[in-house]
């Protein structure tokens, strides 16, 4: 009887598991990742939307690979994390206040304003994306961190890519922060 109830148990956990899987599965499904795409997303963590470690030094590049599985445009983001209200107080004043609303026009920029290359190449080593760019102003907050934005990427085919970050602008004033770099897409 012992066996028979330890048997039972094992397959209702395993039941649990596969109903568990087949529901996140379905919700990501409705949110418009395909299981193709969450399999892939499960397997690669290269795949947009993640972010990179990134310690950020002027003229020294930094690369990251990239595996594009939709052709939609995507942002590359620069995160900056805080703890506490005196480190984003300090952080917000480097960043800035937020870009590109009118009701903002009175909020000072901030005291780093950035200046980046930003290079994606294809699988071929062939440069499909090279554009220097400046940047000042907050894109994107949370409780946590801070964002600005580097670059807006046109739609890429499918494929492996490296992208490549290069300050050329004094970025030291981040050294004490964490700081991350984001890919992301955009919507169509």
Do not use: C
């Amino acid at each position: 009887m012992s066996k028979r109830s330890w048997a039972q148990t094992l397959v209702a956990v395993v039941l649990a598991l596969l109903a568990a899987g087949f529901l996140q599965v379905a919700g990501g499904w409705v949110y418009g990742d395909s299981p193709y795409v969450q399999y892939l997303k499960w397997v690669h963590h290269d795949i947009p939307r993640f972010t990179v470690p990134v310690r950020l030094v002027e003229g020294t590049p930094f690369s990251f690979p990239a595996r594009i599985i939709r052709t939609y445009g995507h942002e590359l983001n620069l995160l900056v994390y805080f703890s506490g209200k005196k480190e984003r107080a300090v952080v917000e004043g480097l960043i800035g206040g937020p870009i590109g609303q009118p009701v903002n026009a009175g909020r000072p920029p901030g005291k780093l304003p950035t200046t980046v290359r930003v290079t994606v190449k294809d699988q071929d080593q062939r440069i499909v994306y090279d554009q220097t760019r400046s940047s000042d102003g907050r894109h994107a907050s949370s409780a946590s961190f801070v964002g600005r934005q580097f670059a807006f990427l046109p739609p890429l085919n499918e494929g492996h890519y490296t992208i490549s970050v290069t300050p050329l602008s004094d970025v030291s004033g981040l050294a004490p922060f964490r700081t991350e770099l984001e890919l992301t897409y955009r919507s169509k």
